[in-house]
């Protein structure tokens, strides 16, 4: 799979991921602006990796800016902004288990290969 190819799958399963553990809580927020979320969340990523970044930063430096940004777009109180993004959370893990491990897919976390 060529790079511009994973980097939009990875974008539009971020996005998938944020948009559905919004609508899960009851709040949820347009797939619009889980796009957002999801294409500045990969961009961080893949621009921390662009310049040679520790993976373990690669890995972290995307989590404040979905969590601040799922906050903005949410208009929600702090205790529904906080089981809305471990609901995220939980869904990008089980989407980065299924990809990684049936589809060899490992751009949504790099440091957590689940397949060779």
Do not use: C, D
């Not at 621009?47 to 979905?66: C, D, N, S, W, Y």
């Amino acid at each position: 799979m060529n790079y511009f190819l994973g980097f939009v799958l990875s974008i539009v399963l971020t996005s998938s991921a944020y948009f559905f553990g919004s609508l899960f809580i009851g709040h949820g927020i347009a797939f619009g602006q889980a796009l957002i979320i999801g294409a500045t969340v990969v961009s961080f990523g893949a621009t921390a990796e662009g310049l040679g970044a520790p993976i373990r930063l690669i890995v972290l430096i995307p989590f404040p800016v979905g969590m601040f940004l799922l906050y903005l777009f949410l208009n929600a109180s702090i205790i529904i902004w906080f089981f809305t993004y471990i609901t995220v959370l939980a869904l990008y893990t089980a989407i980065h288990v299924i990809m990684s491990y049936f589809f060899h897919f490992h751009s949504l976390i790099p440091a957590w290969k689940l397949s060779s």
